[in-house]
């Protein structure tokens, strides 16, 4: 019989931490649209100060910058290492409210159901925001102006609709939680309560901005240069809400190190795993198992 205390090698299992892998997401499209501009503002300045109507600009459109070579190049390169582990953050967050909402005491009633309608609404949003995202990323205002307005819609839509439905979820399954002391860690407890207090404070910014980005979006399509013949500001104030709601859009999404703190994504041989398992058990249950099988027989 194998001696329980030998083990069978398995390949090296791969550990990586949620904190360090938002940081990580994160991180990539704020390098990408630095790195980016820097390109286009150094190798197609006059590219990307003009808009549709020729109106000129004193700040390039995102879309300008990122529709435009060696700039577009970059964020491609910068989305395409980003968008894959969005969807692992959409699952981690659909599986935590789907665990809270089931710690409820009952599980009828209307805010029952809303609630659960509204967790797979925000994971719908959240995959609707990284589709809109690669559309807007991968076909250029340069290449397919109409299709590129309607990704940017979609994506705007979307980020703003998933910012909303994650904070009813978080207030009533996990912030809630907190204020009602109903969580004994204390380091959790103010975890949630920064997370939350973050993601008002940005979803404020980003919902004002977006709207004075609104604004001088039918500004400047209604009149691209003013009555006395100068160029229009409103597509440079379009730009300016495009930077800063982009910036608050990724602090919104780096919150998550604190809902996910002690989280970590492991991968492992399965199959030795199970075998090293096996070992582990005593003889004592081992020769149980065998009296049952027989016993069943």
């Known amino acids: 019989m194998a001696n329980k205390n030998e083990k069978i090698p398995s390949e090296t299992t791969v550990r990586i931490s949620i904190p360090y892998l938002t940081n990580l997401i994160v991180s990539l499209p704020l390098i990408g649209m630095v790195a980016s501009f820097i390109a286009s503002v150094l190798f197609t300045k006059e590219q990307i100060f003009e808009s549709e109507c020729g109106s000129r600009n004193f700040i390039p459109s995102f879309s300008s910058v990122i529709g435009v070579s060696p700039g577009k190049y970059i964020w491609r390169m910068a989305i395409a290492f980003h968008c894959f582990p969005r969807f692992l953050i959409a699952l981690l967050y659909h599986n935590q409210f789907r665990t809270s909402l089931n710690k409820f005491k009952t599980n009828t009633g209307i805010k029952f159901l809303i609630l659960k309608q509204l967790i ?171 009296k049952d099988i027989y016993l069943s027989r």
């Open 120 to 290: 797979h609404l925000n994971t719908f949003f959240e995959v609707c925001e990284v589709f809109g995202l690669i559309l807007l990323s991968y076909i250029s205002s340069k290449e397919n102006y109409s299709l590129h307005e309607k990704a940017f819609i979609i994506f705007m839509l979307s980020s703003t609709l998933r910012m909303v439905t994650c904070l009813i979820l978080f207030r009533q399954l996990l912030y809630k939680c907190w204020l009602n002391n109903e969580m004994n860690e204390k380091n959790k407890k103010f975890r949630f309560q920064t997370s939350y207090q973050w993601k008002m404070g940005l979803f404020c910014l980003a919902f004002i901005f977006s709207l004075l980005l609104v604004i001088a979006y039918i500004r400047h399509t209604s009149k691209c240069s003013n009555n006395i013949g100068q160029p229009s500001t409103a597509w440079s104030y379009f730009s300016a809400c495009e930077y800063i709601i982009c910036c608050v859009i990724m602090g919104y999404h780096a919150t998550v190190c604190w809902d996910f703190n002690h989280f970590e994504l492991t991968i492992y041989n399965k199959t030795t795993t199970k075998l090293n398992h096996d070992l582990n058990k005593s003889e004592q249950d081992i020769e149980n198992e065998q």
